[in-house]
Structure formats: C-alpha cells, structure tokens
C-alpha cells in the first residue's frame, strides 16, 4: 500500500486533561473541506490563521488558530489540517466530534506516522523513533531518538545493504552465466568482501544493543535472605528512603520498584521479600512473588552478609537465580566485616564486597552492572533501537556465516546465494522495505492516538 489513503483520519494529538492549548489533527484528501467547513475558509498554506471553530449549524464551538498543509509537504504526505483550540478536554472533544461530523473518521494508535511511512515520508525505523522519542525517559535516549528520526540507524542499515545487494548481484551473475566460467566460490574475493559485511553487521548490532538498552532499560532484582541489606541497597540506588530498613527479619513481605537512571542506562530496580522458610501466610506470598521477579530478571543482584565465610551462605540463593542471564554477588555489611570494598570473580560471577549503608563499593557496583549487560555510555553517535531490530541483526549475521561456512566447505552456491537474499530480507525488515502487514499492525499500535 503506497500513496493517500481514501478515507480521511482525525484525531486529538495532545494529551488527554486541561492545558494552555489542545490540538486536533486531521489527515486526507477530505482535510481541506473539513477545514473549510469549520472555519468558513481553508488557511493559507503553512501560515497560523486565527479563525472561528463553528459547529454544523454555524454556533461558535472554540477560537484558535488553524493550520493547513496541502500534501505531500506534510508528516504524512497527505492534505492535513491542524486545529489549535483552548486545551479542554470539552473543547477537544467538541472540535473532534464536529470534524468527524464533517467527514473524518477516528484516527486508529499510531496511523499518522503509519501513513507517513506508507507515502515514503520516513522509514519504518525512522517511524518507530517517533515513538520512541516520546516515550524517552531520559536526556540520552531523547537524543538517541532524535538520531534515529532523522535517519542515522537507517544509514548504516542502508550502507551495509548497499555492500550486500553488490555481492549478490556478482554472485547470481556468476549462477546465471555459467559459460563466462566465474568461479565464484573459488574467488577469495568473495569471501573477503562478505567478511567485511559481516564486520559491519557486528558493529551495527554493537550500536543497536546500546539502543535497545536506551531505550526499554534493563530490570534488576535484589534478592537474598532477610536482613542482609537488601532494602537498604534499593535505598542507596534510588537516592531516597523508598523501603522501610529495620532490623526486624521479613520487613519487605512485598515487590517494591523504583525507576533509576546510571550513566543514562535506565533501570527498573526491584526489592523483594526476602527468601527462607517460613509459616507466615502473607510473607509465603512474598517470597512467592520475588521468585517470579528473580525469573523474569535481567540481572539478579544475590546479597549475602560478608560476615558469613565461602559460598555456602549464596548457595539457596543460587538455586533461585541459576536460570537469570546475568547474575551478580553482592557481599554486602564490609562496615561490620572489615573488609575492604573491590570486584572479584567468583565461582558463580562477578563478586562485589560493599556496604549498602556507608555507600562503599557502590561505584564498583554500578561499573559491574553496566558491563554485565553489554552497555558502554552513549555517546555522539548513539540512536535508538528495539528488541525486533536486534533479533533482525542476529538472523543476517548467522546467514552470513552461513555462507562463509559454504565457501570454505561444501561450496553450494546456491545455498550461499540463498543466504545472502535472507540476509538482505532481514536488514529490510529493519526498515520496511521488506514489512509484512501483521508486523507493521503490530508496530503502529503501540504508538500514541494523535501520532
């Protein structure tokens, strides 16, 4: 589906409750006649016209300013008209029932910038940064957004596609041609040349991994038998009093949260009950939920006291977190132990002795949790990416060596020729060239009504 849709779209594009100013957007081949029909005239194109919003019998409805973009110079490529009226919610809802009165119909999550990318206005990459930008939770991934709308994952998308549709094009030239007597499979140069592909793809799905974790954060679960500090962890990371510190066993008997930002990495940190046998009703319940925390964890943060010797003390813990991608121990209570804080690597992985009352070993800490995950601190040249793009990058990077494999072994070249159109597949699914349906459904209903 390329080109303006046949029905006309409205819908109110700033969020709902009361404010200075609300907009209703409205996009279609029927955009300039609602417009007409609201405000008496159509706007001048791209110029705020202060007008009167009238109802179908001519009542005044709001004043404000009208705003009309005659295609394709638009977000969507369409005709689209902007409303601006006071920011009511019953003003919006007027303004918007009497535009859909007039011909439009409601605006479906995420349709705009769905016909933005379907009139070639921005790729689908492109299309999901929108998204992406608006929901950014911090000052680094409203800057990796911004990268990616205006295009830069797209580029290196592009560049390593560019590389591939080259290779391909000498390779089945080779396959189709057979009385040129090319040899391809015998040629070095292919193999290096898809090396370098490869190269790239790695590099990009390095820089998108930073993305993805920009973007959707990582979830990171204290766990650990009762009173070994943990509450007074998520206090220390959090910078606030958010759990209740006692010395009284079982304090935590429920899931407490907090949202933290280290070194513009979000991260979602999670208290839980602490983990033993017991008869208590409510704290069974408890440990219950704190055990479908650990198994949904990105990371797992096992305390244990430091006053206790060797690793029979993290042992129960372990048998709860074996299964978790990432796993850190947390020696906590070194301002009772004597120990000095620092990083060591332990049977079970990195070991951190710290103090979650005294802050000591907390920078060690932070360092070790962001390279558990594979991040490294945005810098310039960071953008946004999602968990379908990484998936994407993986698949491209196994068929290419795939086909490395196929050159240096059996040498089918129609396998290696078939790995290499998998590969372009994947990378165009990045950016819609190559989209099914379902997936763009699935993409653009995530987004925002208005967007």
């Not at 409205?26 to 955009?31: F, W």
């Not at 954060?217 to 006692?246: E, F, Q, W």
């Amino acid at each position: 589906m390329k080109g303006n849709a046949p029905d006309t779209i409205a819908a109110i594009a700033t969020p709902p409750g009361r404010g200075g100013i609300g907009i209703v957007r409205v996009s279609g081949t029927g955009a300039a006649a609602i417009a007409t029909a609201m405000c008496g005239r159509l706007p001048q194109p791209r110029v705020a016209t202060r007008t009167r919003f009238r109802s179908a019998s001519g009542d005044v409805i709001d004043e404000g300013l009208a705003i009309y973009f005659p295609a394709p110079a638009s977000f969507t490529g369409e005709d689209i008209v902007e409303l601006h009226g006071h920011g009511g919610p019953v003003v919006m809802d007027m303004l918007l029932s009497r535009s859909l009165e007039a011909g439009a119909r409601m605006a479906r999550p995420g349709e705009f910038s769905q016909r933005a990318f379907l009139n070639d206005k921005m790729d689908l990459a492109q299309a999901e940064a929108v998204a992406d930008l608006i929901d950014s939770a911090s000052r680094t991934a409203a800057i990796g957004a911004q990268r990616s709308l205006q295009g830069e994952f797209s580029k290196r998308i592009d560049a390593v596609v560019d590389a591939l549709v080259a290779l391909r094009a000498y390779v089945e030239g080779a396959m189709d041609f057979p009385d040129e007597e090319i040899d391809f499979l015998a040629d070095a140069e292919v193999a290096t040349r898809l090396s370098r592909i490869l190269d790239d793809l790695e590099r990009v799905g390095s820089a998108a991994l930073q993305g993805c974790l920009l973007r959707e954060g990582i979830s990171v679960v204290i766990a650990g038998r009762p009173n070994v500090g943990k509450s007074s962890l998520l206090n220390l990371l959090s910078g606030r009093d958010a759990a209740i510190v006692t010395e009284v066993p079982g304090t935590t008997r429920d899931v407490l949260r907090e949202h933290i930002h280290l070194d513009g990495l979000p991260m979602h940190v999670v208290d839980t009950a602490g983990l033993r046998a017991t008869e208590d009703e409510v704290e069974r319940h408890g440990i219950s939920r704190a055990k479908g925390e650990i198994r949904g964890a990105d990371v797992v943060l096992a305390m244990v006291d430091d006053r206790e010797s060797g690793e029979s003390a993290s042992e129960e813990i372990f048998s709860e977190v074996d299964e978790v991608p990432a796993r850190i121990v947390l020696r906590n209570k070194i301002d009772l132990s004597g120990s000095a804080p620092g990083v060591s690597q332990g049977r079970r992985g990195p070991e951190i002795r710290m103090s979650a009352k005294t802050g000591a070993g907390l920078h060690e800490l932070k360092d070790t949790l962001t390279s558990c995950v594979g991040y490294n601190q945005a810098g310039e040249g960071a953008f946004t990416a999602r968990r379908r793009h990484l998936q994407a990058l993986a698949t491209a990077q196994d068929h290419a060596r795939a086909a490395l494999a196929q050159l240096k072994g059996p040498r089918a070249g129609e396998l290696v020729a078939e790995d290499l159109r998998c590969m372009q597949q994947c990378l165009g699914e990045i950016t819609g060239v190559f989209t099914s349906d379902d997936l763009l459904e699935r993409i653009f209903s995530s987004f925002c009504i208005g967007k």
